[in-house]
């Protein structure tokens, strides 16, 4: 027979593995035609202003990227435009249907345990998480096309401050350096 404490580490064994479960990485693809490392200048797409603080952090955190990459942005004639996009999207997860709790004590000189479950009835709950998921472009004016795409790992904002600069430099990771 088990002792509680084998099934209590088993059970939180099992809630590490399960904890760990893979999220969805940063995502890009460079079309097969495009030289982007012979590129030296970049703009914005349209050259929309900044709209506000997300819109402000977007571009600080691709300026930074693309400058550590050897790019330089430029108003007159880049070699490529930056576009971006922000999409808000709702996940849910399933909570548990089945709840089991441990307890052991003692008192007066005896020892015990228990074990505790309990199932809902009726449907289970669901944990609704609101995510946002970045898409850079870049767009290669001379040839009207896009050149360079690119999609973050899911973040939640604004609940972390560093969670735009993050989602950017994850998917710009990808982005290739210039070529000197």
Known sequence: M???YRVIAAIAFAAAVLGCASQPKPDWTTAPE?????YAT???????????ILDSQVRGAIRAELGEKGYTEATERPDFLIAYESQEYETAKEKPPVSIGFGVGS???SGGGGVGASVPVGGGEQEITVQNRLTVRAVDPSKDSEVWIGTSAPFIYPSDGDAVAKAIEGVMS???ARRN
């Open 2 to 4: 088990a002792t509680p």
């Open 34 to 38: 495009a030289d982007i490392p012979a």
């Open 42 to 52: 970049y703009g914005w797409a349209n050259n929309a202003p900044e709209r506000g």
């Open 174 to 176: 990808g982005f290739p």
């Open 107 to 109: 008192w007066g000189g």
